[in-house]
């Protein structure tokens, strides 16, 4: 049972365009989300959160919407480069134990092309 | 300041052996945490350890332990190895684990098990 879901499982946009990776849930108890990026190799590293009383996060070319309603977010890439190129990863976190423990999707593939 | 390390990177094992995975944490970071990435299932979430506790555990067989030691380094130990115990392990690391606080991961460790 999958609480956070990326239904698409790849994504190839040209140089200089938007990238949209979006995410769903089903849990309404999620309080944050956070997007990792991962290059083949390592380990994935931290890009943007939201919190849940928030609906916009911005952070340079990055931008998170979180439509509660829905159970939905999205990541805005712009404009799209090469180096972008990456799996990316949305997690989804609850209070349990003491701890705030992420949900992640199983990724999507996201490649840029020159 | 040195990021998550990991050791071993690869691992080659034969079913029914056991493994121990070696964790590195951030100088700081209390809060220690294990997932497995299959190309199928994204990541899950093994179980966390704060301060030597186990504070989370996630869906796996008992064959999957790990622990914590006193300068927060962490073992994951994984028995009677499978199959389908193949996948890259992955270690993470933060402050304390509370709200949308970010995980700092290492590379991996690749395990196949013939």
């Known amino acids: 049972d999958q609480q956070v879901k990326q239904n698409s499982p790849s994504l190839s946009v040209q140089e200089g365009r938007i990238s949209i990776l979006n995410c769903d849930y089903t849990?309404?108890?999620?309080?944050?989300f956070l997007w990792y990026k991962k290059y083949p190799a390592e380990g994935p590293t931290f890009l943007i959160s939201?919190?849940?009383?928030?609906d916009k996060n911005e952070d340079g070319r990055f931008t998170v919407f979180l439509n509660k309603s829905a159970k939905h977010l999205s990541l805005h890439i712009v404009p799209s480069q090469p180096g972008d190129s990456a799996v990316y990863f949305c997690?989804?976190?609850?209070?349990?134990?003491?701890?705030?423990?992420?949900?992640f999707g199983r990724g999507t593939s996201l490649i840029v092309h020159p | 300041k040195a990021g998550v390390t990991q050791t071993p990177r690869y691992l080659i094992k034969t079913r029914g052996q056991q493994v121990t995975l070696s964790c590195s944490p951030i100088?700081?970071?209390?809060?220690v945490s294990w997932y497995q990435q299959t190309p199928g299932q994204g990541l899950q979430f093994l179980f966390e350890?704060?301060?030597?506790?186990?504070?989370n555990k996630g869906n796996f067989p008992g064959r999957f332990s790990g622990r914590q030691f006193s300068n927060s380094r962490s073992e994951m130990n994984v028995s009677t190895l499978e199959l389908g115990d193949s996948a890259l392990y992955l270690c993470?690391?933060?402050?304390?684990?509370?709200?949308?606080?970010?995980?700092?991961f290492g590379s991996g460790t690749q395990l196949s098990v013939l």
């Open positions: 993470a690391s933060r402050l304390t684990g509370g709200g949308g606080e970010k995980l700092f």
């Open positions: 849990n309404s108890m999620f309080d944050y």
């Open positions: 939201i919190s849940s009383i928030k």
């Open positions: 997690a989804a976190s609850v209070a349990s134990g003491g701890s705030y423990i992420p949900t």
């Open positions: 100088s700081g970071h209390r809060s």
């Open positions: 350890y704060f301060s030597e506790t186990q504070r």
